[in-house]
């Protein structure tokens, strides 16, 4: 089976940084995967997106994702009825998002039927635990929250491959607590 995620984010946020952890779990879990970012202009803050394709087969597609399962947005600024485009029935949305549900979904627009919506306080527990608005690990707590996309051994091991020591330690506890943190709203 076939899962592609699109992750929209700000330069800087690590929106690519996220897919490339969970392709690399992914691996170890024993799957085929795939990590990929678009951007336009390189500079911290433009809006962003990266990918991410996980199969149990070879996968042979090598464009954008088009149709997502998943959809994760890492900053809240970027919620809007753009992120739900294309989004396949009965997908996943994962919003770095703190405030209420009517305001929400006026930001949000109508989600297409059988989509799950799921919020995650990424950016006050980033600030929390890293001391910085970097909300890409936050926001793979809130993915796993939403489906066990891949082994929890393997999502910590691919954060400490990709970081060390200490930094490593407080992104997985970042996960962690975004992981609980985390809540369906529809």
């Known amino acids: 089976m076939l899962i592609e995620i699109t992750w929209y984010g700000r330069g800087g946020q690590g929106a690519w940084t996220s897919s490339n952890i969970l392709a690399m779990a992914a691996a170890l879990d024993g799957k085929f995967a795939q990590s990929f970012p678009a951007f336009g202009p390189e500079r911290s803050g433009a809006p962003m997106l990266a990918f991410t394709r996980i199969s149990d087969e070879p996968i042979e597609i090598h464009s954008m994702v088009y149709n997502p399962d998943v959809v994760v947005v890492l900053d809240d600024s970027l919620i809007s009825p753009k992120v739900l485009s294309g989004i396949k029935e009965g997908g996943l949305v994962i919003l770095n998002y703190t405030g209420g549900q009517e ?65 490593a330690e407080k992104n997985i506890d970042l996960i962690k607590r975004a992981y609980d943190s985390t809540v369906k709203v529809r």
């Open 103 to 167: 305001e929400l979904f006026k930001k949000l627009g109508e989600t297409p039927r059988g989509v799950k919506v799921y919020t995650t306080p990424a950016t006050r527990l980033a600030l929390e635990i890293l001391k910085a608005n970097i909300t890409n690990t936050a926001m793979l707590g809130g993915l796993m929250k939403a489906s066990e996309i891949v082994s929890w051994s393997s999502l910590e091991k691919a954060v400490r491959e990709r970081f060390r020591g200490a930094v």
